[in-house]
């Protein structure tokens, strides 16, 4: 299962990172031979996704590594961590963006004047949001069906690309067909471009952060859990719920009451099930850990 679903992300990561192999080369070129600034700041971004590719692949073979001695459970978290890191990356690129976008307006008003961009890079803008949805659908698809954080994380670095390629097309368009004077339209989409960016990095970054700090599951998944706990026969009062997540996989601690009459081997079989019940529900690879305890007599029906 895990060797699975290391190739499919494997495989979506890497047909990503030769697109913005070929995006970086092909925006860089328009954008110097385009006089534009925005594709510029573009081709930057996509220069950066190849970091994030490369490391986003690094992940996937160290978070698939099965349980061992000293990680008993799982490399989860490695997958969580570098979710964070490639928020924290976007969030720069962001920046970078709003920077550069904000110099350009600047010498405008300073009476430096900004060049008219070319129609290669209007061009090239439009390809790169075609290339950049498609590999956004193909990517948050893949994702979902392996539920890999950093893989989701990857989908959304395409959307946020799309989206900037996007505001890249809508400023220079605006710039080469409107005239000379609206040339800032250049700088103006990207820093609304980076507005973006930012916002998808910060998403991450909190999801993330969210997650290493051992926040709980939503109450309504921990409703689901009691509840399924409470449907198995001989089990009574289900309590002391803990939960986490562990990378993509979820911790869940409990306790339940039973019979007291039991047999330590009744009694056993009774938490066999309840922690089949949670693994058939959220997974194989679900921690689930079972504190048995009897019945107290002021209970017994």
């Keep these: 299962m ?16 030769m697109g913005n192999l070929i995006l970086a080369i092909i925006k860089s070129l328009a954008g110097v031979f385009g006089n534009s600034a925005a594709m510029i700041a573009d081709a930057i971004n996509s220069i950066t996704d190849l970091f994030t590719d490369l490391v986003t692949l690094f992940t996937i073979h160290i978070s698939s590594r099965p349980k061992d001695s000293n990680h008993k459970y799982g490399h989860g978290k490695v997958e969580t961590l570098t979710t964070a890191l490639m928020g924290g990356l976007i969030f720069l690129v962001g920046l970078g963006v709003l920077y550069t976008a904000g110099i350009g307006i600047f010498n405008q008003f300073a009476g430096n004047g900004i060049e008219t961009p070319g129609l290669i890079a209007l061009w090239v803008a439009l ?12 990517t948050v698809f893949t994702g979902r069906k392996i539920n890999s954080k ?56 909190w999801e993330s952060l969210l997650e290493l700090i ?18 198995v026969e001989g089990v009574y009062d289900p309590h002391a719920l803990r939960t986490r997540r562990v990378g993509n996989d979820i911790a869940v601690d409990l306790h339940i009451c039973v019979n007291p009459l039991l047999s330590i081997e009744e009694a056993h079989k009774i938490s066999e099930a309840v922690e089949k019940f949670i693994c058939m529900k959220y997974g194989q690879e679900t921690h689930v850990s ?12």
Excluded at 127 to 138: G, P, Q, T, V
Aim: hydrophobic residues 50%; contains cysteine.
């Design 2 to 17: 895990r060797q699975c679903r290391k190739v499919e992300a494997n495989k979506v990561t890497l047909i990503g990172t």
């Design 127 to 138: 390809f790169s949001i075609a290339i950049k949805e498609i590999l956004y659908r193909y």
């Design 150 to 205: 950093v893989v989701m994380a990857n989908a959304w670095n395409h959307r946020s690309d799309a989206l900037a390629s996007i505001g890249v097309a809508l400023g220079i368009g605006g710039a080469i067909f409107l005239g000379p004077q609206w040339v800032i339209l250049d700088p103006l989409a990207a820093i609304v471009v980076s507005f973006f960016i930012i916002r998808v990095a910060v998403l991450l970054i």
């Design 214 to 231: 051992e926040t709980s599951l939503s109450p309504d998944i921990e409703n689901e859990i009691l509840h399924l706990a409470a449907s």
């Design 290 to 301: 079972i504190h048995t305890e009897p019945l107290k007599k002021s209970d017994r029906l």
